[in-house]
């Protein structure tokens, strides 16, 4: 028991790990609350072919994290296991979020299920990355 340090965290230690964490909890928020409402509602799908697309692309991401996962575990970096992944999905998942909840319009029926089905797949394979 002497070996365990009792030291609190600086307000600062606490702010950096809160703003890391923020870009995760925005993007998992914007898709658990609003996609399959944007889905619906904006792009005009049926409720039904959204929860499809929705259960597929989470079982592509049931696939995914186990591989990154596995992956990042057997990198080896001078910059470390995970930080290359880290860096590598930043931006692509910026952008596949914000084409998460673009207008669609332009496509049609099957046209618009495919682009949001690879879209939500592309989303959450950088999520994960």
């Known amino acids: 028991m002497d070996n365990i340090q009792t030291s609190k965290l600086t307000k600062r230690i606490i702010a950096g790990y809160s703003i890391g964490a923020m870009g995760y909890s ?3 928020s914007l898709f658990f609350v609003f996609f ?3 889905m619906t509602t904006v792009a005009g799908i049926n ?3 959204g929860g499809l ?3 597929l692309a989470v079982l592509w991401d049931g696939i995914t994290d186990p591989t990154i996962g ?3 575990d057997k990198s ?3 910059y470390g296991k995970r930080r290359p992944f880290i860096l590598a999905g930043a931006i692509p998942l910026g952008i596949t979020t914000a084409l998460l909840v673009t207008d669609v319009s332009f496509f049609s029926g099957t ?3 495919v682009y949001l089905l690879a879209i939500n797949m592309a989303f959450w394979l950088f999520f994960t990355t």
């Open 26 to 28: 925005l993007a998992a």
């Open 36 to 38: 399959l409402y944007f």
């Open 111 to 113: 046209g618009k299920l």
């Open 47 to 49: 409720p039904a072919y």
């Open 70 to 72: 596995y992956l990042s």
């Open 76 to 78: 080896r970096s001078k």
């Open 53 to 55: 697309v929705i259960f």
